[in-house]
């Protein structure tokens, strides 16, 4: 059974960088396309990055130039480096397969104060 657990999250500035971290359990990263996605309250679960078992990576326009999607595959763990914080950033953020989700992990808040 495969786990995700997310960390790395919290309250910074506008402006501000965090580095979330997806320590992945059960399966490969390596061998599945993985991605992080983000629910800010009132809104869908939208997708953000992704990082194919290739190493290819794409964004969504929104978060493009300012967020990158990595992985350590001695970790078994995928990263998401984000810089240039708004607060439209405000969400909780989570990492999953792409596509065909596993059963989500608990995800790590992001806070942007303005």
């Known amino acids: 059974q495969v786990q995700l657990v997310e960390s790395g999250g919290g309250l910074v500035q506008a402006g501000g960088s965090l580095t979330l971290s997806c320590a992945v359990s059960?399966?490969?990263?390596?061998?599945?396309?993985m991605a992080w996605y983000r629910q800010a309250p009132g809104k869908q679960r939208e997708w953000i990055a992704r990082i194919t078992y290739g190493g290819s990576r794409l964004y969504v326009d929104s978060v493009k130039g300012r967020f990158t999607i990595s992985r350590d595959n001695s970790k078994n763990t995928v990263y998401l480096q984000v810089n240039g914080l708004k607060p439209e950033d405000a969400a909780v953020y989570y990492c999953?397969?792409?596509?065909?989700?596993?059963?989500w992990g608990q995800g790590t808040q992001v806070t942007v104060s303005s």
């Open positions: 999953n397969r792409s596509p065909d989700a596993w059963n």
């Open positions: 059960g399966t490969i990263v390596s061998a599945v396309t």
